[in-house]
């Protein structure tokens, strides 16, 4: 089975910095990037959505990608 | 899950500090009324003063933002005025429990059909990290800057004991747990209440170290201090001590207050 | 062909306000019992689920304040009704429902203070709370009925101007009016005038809650009707939403203070009685006390004294410009009140002290007598 794959994105205009994406998410998706919280690698994300609903500024979105299964 | 279209996107981002829990609550509860398929015209969001006073500014729906302590009274007119509202009264452990604590064991003891969502962060955040009355003993604050000489109130056994339909306490960490006791509390019929233990970085957490001082740390502390109802009643209040006991407190199906009313109705035209 | 049947009713004045309110459209009522206004509750809890309406008996009187403003924003019209120190503690919610601009009705039926007081005396002590209870500046309308009629006939005018302007009205009657029990003619349904609050018309994106319009009264839409908007006691703009913006800040409270003070010509009635320019002794009186002025004015004139009565029926906005219109030629003024003089210094000031002004107070919880006016009429 092929591994899902999802986007991530930090809204950095909402983000306050205060790195519990960072912490809290298992694959290390997240990197303090100066002031904000950014995207290291999305290749990693599992799709747990703990940093999307920890995030208490709304600032993180994580979508499923729609993969076809021959590419 | 798309939060955006239940904000107000203009008066974003909101107030609360970095770190603070009370934006995964609001999210929280975004997402239930998200699954409950909810519309929006039907949603009234009450709220008093303080921290949490601030949520009803940024959801789209009818919102109020009360006098300090009297949501809950707003609230019980609203619903009675036009009871096909899902009212929704989010409030804080000062708020509801110091200023507005009797309006919070009236609304449970006659069991009105209304849902209030307690951010519990233990302190009185907005004017600055006053003792509230969630502060535990001994902890400080900036009204006790050498320990708080009172006890702490338990939100939610006060609200099971003064008659609520449901009551479930979490903690902003567990957002899986909060998320399912949020939907149970929408869908009771009758006063149910969500108390949500909050982080508090910029007062509770720079002045009681034992919690770290970073929003993230105080989420971690409450993971690790967290005590499941179930397992907490073979435990000694001395075990218990710090722990933040979780769970479902209450549910069952009594009468609500319009329920109760109707029959006042019939009685009147016999 | 007969005449229709006309209602006639012996009843009391918190009676009266009770049914006054049903009449006017009232469907939600919240209350504490406190002496002497408990009989309006007593009433209301008897008649408001016959006619579908809700009667809550809540916990405190800040509760039934806050209550009555929810149910407004849901649509109801809304009462409560208290006494001197519940209206105290309702002073706070009272000023969010002036700031917030929610139509609502209390009622304080007058008793001895300060404190606890004299619960079961009549008192007219709460004139000036009724003004400047609550912080902040704001307009406030306040009308005093002086018997049963005329508490049923204020009532709905409470409720018409509550509508009208969005905002709260108080109904300041008093011990002695609230529990006197006469004559009262109860009009008919379809005769009464039922002023309703004035709905949005333009789509929900366009609907500003607190728009400065011509009228200075922005229409109101109920929660739960399309329009979804923000709600707050926080000084905020036509949006609704908070401001701390000095200008927007200052254009808000001038609306909300104008919407009062320009329409004082429509919300003022003062009843004027054998007022001329033959008369020699003005009565300003409002209330219980206007009754005992009434009788001792018939009596003075009847000894042919030259003396006339006006009855402040608004008390707040003050009736300044129709104080000033009754002076005609009179040589003196006198003001009867259950107070210290709260009235009688607005006189003063309304009057410019141009002549002389003769205070007429108790505050020992009893009414004050006609014969102790007419004393002061013919030798004070």
Redesign the interface.
């Known amino acids: 089975m092929k591994k899902k794959k999802f986007k991530v994105v930090v809204k950095q205009e909402w983000c306050k910095s205060c790195e519990i994406c960072v912490q809290i998410c298992p694959k290390k998706v997240f990197v303090m990037d100066h002031f904000y919280s950014s995207v290291r690698d999305s290749n990693d994300c599992i799709g747990c959505l703990q940093c999307e609903k920890l995030c208490p500024d709304f600032a993180i979105t994580v979508t499923p990608i729609e993969t076809n299964d021959n590419e | 899950?798309d939060?955006?279209q239940y904000?107000r996107k203009d008066?974003?981002?909101?107030i609360?500090?970095?770190?603070?829990?009370?934006?995964?609550i609001l999210?929280?509860i975004l997402?239930t009324i998200d699954t409950l398929g909810w519309e929006?015209?039907?949603i009234?969001l009450?709220s008093g003063i303080g921290c949490s006073g601030r949520t009803?500014?940024y959801v789209?729906?009818?919102?109020?933002?009360?006098?300090h302590g009297?949501a809950?009274?707003?609230?019980?007119?609203?619903?009675?005025?036009?009871p096909?509202?899902h009212v929704i009264v989010v409030t804080g452990d000062g708020d509801a429990t110091a200023i507005g604590g009797?309006?919070f064991?009236?609304a449970a003891r006659r069991n009105l059909d209304i849902n209030v969502i307690v951010f519990n962060n233990r302190i009185y955040g907005m004017t600055g990290g006053q003792c509230s009355p969630t502060t535990p003993t001994l902890k400080k604050s900036t009204t006790t800057p050498y320990g708080n000489p009172d006890s702490a109130f338990d939100i939610s056994r006060l609200a099971e004991a003064a008659g609520a339909s449901y009551v479930a306490r979490t903690t902003?960490?567990h957002?899986a747990k909060m998320d399912q006791y949020i939907k149970a509390c929408f869908l009771k019929k009758g006063f149910s209440v969500v108390e949500a233990y909050s982080n508090c970085?910029t007062s509770y957490g720079k002045m009681n170290k034992e919690t770290g001082r970073?929003?993230?740390d105080m989420?971690?502390y409450q993971k690790d201090n967290m005590v499941p109802i179930e397992k907490a009643k073979d435990m000694s209040d001395e075990e218990l001590q710090g722990k933040l006991v979780t769970g479902v407190f209450v549910d069952r199906n009594i009468p609500d207050y319009t329920e109760n009313?109707s029959i006042?109705?019939q009685?009147?035209?016999k | 062909m007969s005449e229709p049947k006309k209602n006639i009713k012996m009843i009391q004045g918190n009676t009266a306000c009770a049914e006054a309110a049903i009449a006017a459209g009232c469907t939600f009522f919240a209350g504490y019992p406190i002496t002497p206004s408990t009989e309006i509750a007593e009433v209301l809890s008897y008649r408001l689920p016959m006619v579908g309406g809700n009667f809550i008996q809540m916990e405190d009187e800040i509760a039934s304040m806050g209550a009555i403003i929810g149910a407004s924003l849901g649509g109801a019209k809304a009462m409560t009704a208290t006494s001197g120190p519940g209206f105290s503690l309702k002073q706070e919610n009272l000023g969010f429902a002036a700031m917030a601009e929610i139509p609502c009705v209390v009622v304080n039926v007058q008793r001895g203070g300060p404190s606890t007081g004299l619960p079961t005396h009549v008192a007219q002590a709460d004139v000036m709370q009724a003004r400047w209870g609550t912080h902040g500046d704001h307009p406030i309308i306040a009308l005093c009925p002086t018997s049963v009629s005329d508490t049923y006939r204020l009532t709905l005018r409470a409720f018409n101007l509550s509508e009208k302007y969005r905002t709260p009205v108080i109904l300041l009657t008093d011990e002695l009016i609230g529990h006197l029990t006469e004559k009262i003619e109860l009009p008919e349904p379809g005769s009464i005038e039922i002023i309703n609050r004035q709905k949005p018309t333009v789509s929900p994106e366009k609907y500003l809650p607190y728009e400065s319009t011509a009228s200075l009264v922005p229409p109101m839409a109920n929660f739960g009707e399309g329009y979804r908007y923000h709600v707050t006691g926080l000084v905020h703009d036509e949006t609704g939403f908070p401001t701390n913006d000095s200008d927007k800040a200052a254009l808000m409270l001038a609306r909300l203070n104008d919407k009062i003070e320009k329409n004082r010509d429509d919300i003022v009635e003062v009843e004027e009685i054998h007022i001329d320019y033959e008369m020699e002794t003005l009565i300003i009186a409002y209330g219980s006390s206007a009754r005992s002025a009434n009788r001792a004015m018939i009596t003075a004139r009847e000894e042919g004294h030259k003396v006339g009565l006006l009855v402040l029926k608004t008390i707040w906005p003050f009736p300044e410009k129709e104080i000033q219109q009754a002076m005609r030629n009179a040589k003196k003024i006198i003001v009867p009140e259950l107070n210290l003089g709260q009235i009688a210094h607005e006189v003063e000031w309304a009057t410019n002290r141009r002549i002389p002004i003769i205070k007429l107070n108790r505050i020992n919880g009893e009414s004050i007598k006609p014969s102790e006016i007419h004393k002061v009429i013919t030798q004070g």
């Open positions: 899950m939060y955006l904000l008066k974003m981002p909101h609360w500090c970095d770190g603070c829990g009370h934006g995964i999210k929280s997402r929006k015209d039907n009234a009450i009803p500014g789209d729906f009818n919102t109020l933002h009360t006098t009297r809950i009274a707003f609230a019980t007119g609203l619903k009675l005025a036009n096909k509202l009797n309006h064991i009236h902003t960490f957002v970085p970073r929003g993230v989420l971690l009313y006042v109705k009685n009147s035209k």
